[in-house]
């Protein structure tokens, strides 16, 4: 048989060393953070750091809360929950079933002010108010997911309007509530031979209508509801001192019954 070399002792440089203590704990701590009315089906929202949010179950504690992921659905049920007593909050030993979405909080917390605002000032439009808020609100850095879809939540805040507003009449015989149109803009409510007629134009259109010298009379019937027929407009052609630039300008409208 051929002789086999020794097997060489390895060379103390290379030797690898581990650490006295090796450090198993998570280093980032997991923040959790309760918010208020930022939900339609639940008056408090659980959000912790990782970007994962829960809700409350009821009834689940005697002492203390039982918070569970908002991911159920019929796609997905995500059972991953958090025990809260007192102020310390433990995770459940079940992992969510789904990825975290970082800057979720901020998302619904910008959905909140917009509707609130949205609900504190009925004349400034849905997009305008969106604008304003995102910009107060958001930061370059934010991660996507901190912004909301601008069309989604301009239809949702004119929704959240909508359940404010006065109900749409059936009738003739209703109670108009001037507080829901804009200052200076209603002038008279006309009633005639069991018709009513709602007329409307500012002070500016007025005085623009007063000025033309020539006009366009125009009636639509697609955009108004019962219990009124159309909505007859009054048009005016405007331009400057030379006689160019005509424009025609809407300076007068009238809900009509007839």
């Known amino acids: 048989t051929e002789p086999t070399e020794a097997p060489r002792p390895p060379r103390p440089d290379i030797i690898p060393t581990l650490p006295d ?11 959790y953070e309760i918010i208020e009315g930022v939900s339609q089906r639940s008056s408090k929202i659980l959000f912790d750091s990782l ?12 002492n203390g809360n039982l ?14 929950t958090v025990e809260q007593i007192g102020d310390v909050f433990t995770r459940s030993m079940t992992n969510h079933i789904h990825p975290a979405e970082p800057g979720i ?8 002010k917009v509707h609130q605002k949205a609900k504190e000032n009925i004349f ?3 997009p305008a108010i969106i604008e304003e808020v995102m910009l107060a609100e958001l930061r370059p850095e934010d991660p996507a997911s901190s912004r ?3 069309s989604n939540l301009a239809r949702s805040s004119n929704y959240q309007r909508q359940k404010e507003r006065p109900a749409e009449p059936t009738d003739l015989d209703f109670e108009l509530d001037v507080n829901w149109i804009p200052a200076d803009f209603f002038r008279k409510d006309i009633v005639v031979e069991g018709a009513r007629h709602l007329f409307f134009a500012t002070v500016l259109q007025l005085q623009l209508l007063a ?18 027929y159309q909505l007859f407009s009054i048009h005016a052609f405007l331009g400057d001192h030379n006689g160019d630039n005509v424009k025609q300008v809407p300076v007068a409208f009238f809900f009509m019954s007839r």
């Open 21 to 31: 203590h090796i450090d198993t704990e998570i280093s980032d701590e997991i923040t």
């Open 51 to 62: 970007g994962f949010r829960y809700t409350i179950k009821s009834g689940a504690r005697k």
């Open 67 to 80: 918070w569970r992921c908002c991911i159920r659905n019929k796609a997905m049920v995500c059972k991953a």
């Open 105 to 112: 909080k901020t998302k619904i917390q910008v959905t909140k």
């Open 124 to 126: 400034q439009s849905a």
């Open 148 to 150: 909301p879809n601008p």
């Open 211 to 228: 000025a033309a010298t020539s006009i366009f009379l125009d009636g639509t019937f697609k955009v108004i509801r019962e219990p009124f």
